[in-house]
């Protein structure tokens, strides 16, 4: 059984531009929620997404966005990047109860 | 407000020992447990999961719930240099389903 397979696993980007992170969960798995982690700061919570509908919402600014398809993967998109938003982003995958997380991808912002 | 503490640590113990990383969480209503592992670089990896009150053993590792208090433990016998890492606990409430996380607690097991 595959697990979550996130791509790409690095990127590095200029101030301003804009990425696009993807997430395949596990098969059969409905949940993805995405995770923003830095070593100030723990795991942050960005979003959840089940069902292609966002059913949860942390506290970041709109430039971080999401959707999910009609296969589950999802993606995330954050727009006007900043240094700050440099980390590690991580996807998690959720059946009923226990969620696994992809490996990540290292976004680095110059 | 939900909250998950740790004490990030870093927590030293000898090969051989038990490890005892604990974490308490806010609000009472029924929730749901796990703990992650997270090596230096990797992305977390789920370790344990545990939903009644009580102990729950899964080879060297223990999980301890106890609801009454609002804190759950994870206890790691015959401590290894492998198990060097952050211990993430995780808590999710059965009144919503995001997982909310403490901020880690580093152990290193020294040879």
């Known amino acids: 059984k595959a697990g979550v397979t996130q791509t790409p696993r690095y990127l590095i980007k200029t101030r301003g531009q804009q990425v696009t992170l993807s997430c395949s969960p596990i098969?059969?798995?409905?949940?993805v929620s995405w995770y923003q982690q830095t070593p100030g700061q723990g795991l942050q919570f960005l979003f959840e997404?089940?069902?292609?509908?966002?059913?949860n919402k942390g506290n970041f600014p709109g430039r971080f966005s999401g959707r999910q398809f009609s296969n589950s993967r999802s993606e995330m998109n954050v727009s006007t990047l900043e240094l700050g938003d440099s980390a590690l982003y991580l996807c998690?995958?959720?059946?009923?109860?226990?969620?696994?997380f992809g490996q990540g991808t290292r976004l680095t912002v110059v | 407000q939900k909250e998950v503490e740790q004490n990030s640590g870093p927590l030293s113990v000898p090969e051989g020992a038990i490890a005892s990383l604990n974490c308490t969480y806010s609000?009472?209503?029924?929730?749901?447990f796990f703990w992650y592992r997270q090596y230096s670089g990797k992305s977390p990896e789920l370790i344990m999961s545990?939903?009644?009150?009580g102990d729950k053993e899964d080879g060297r590792f223990t999980a301890q719930l106890n609801k009454a208090s609002q804190y759950v433990s994870l206890l790691i016998r015959d401590s290894q240099p492998s198990d060097s890492a952050t211990y993430l606990c995780?808590?999710?409430?059965?009144?919503?389903?995001?997982?909310?996380f403490g901020t880690g607690t580093s152990l290193t097991v020294i040879p």
């Open positions: 098969s059969g798995h409905r949940s």
């Open positions: 609000d009472r209503v029924s929730q749901s």
């Open positions: 998690a995958s959720r059946g009923n109860t226990e969620a696994f």
């Open positions: 997404y089940f069902s292609e509908t966002q059913r």
């Open positions: 545990i939903y009644s009150n």
């Open positions: 995780a808590v999710r409430w059965d009144t919503g389903n995001q997982f909310y």
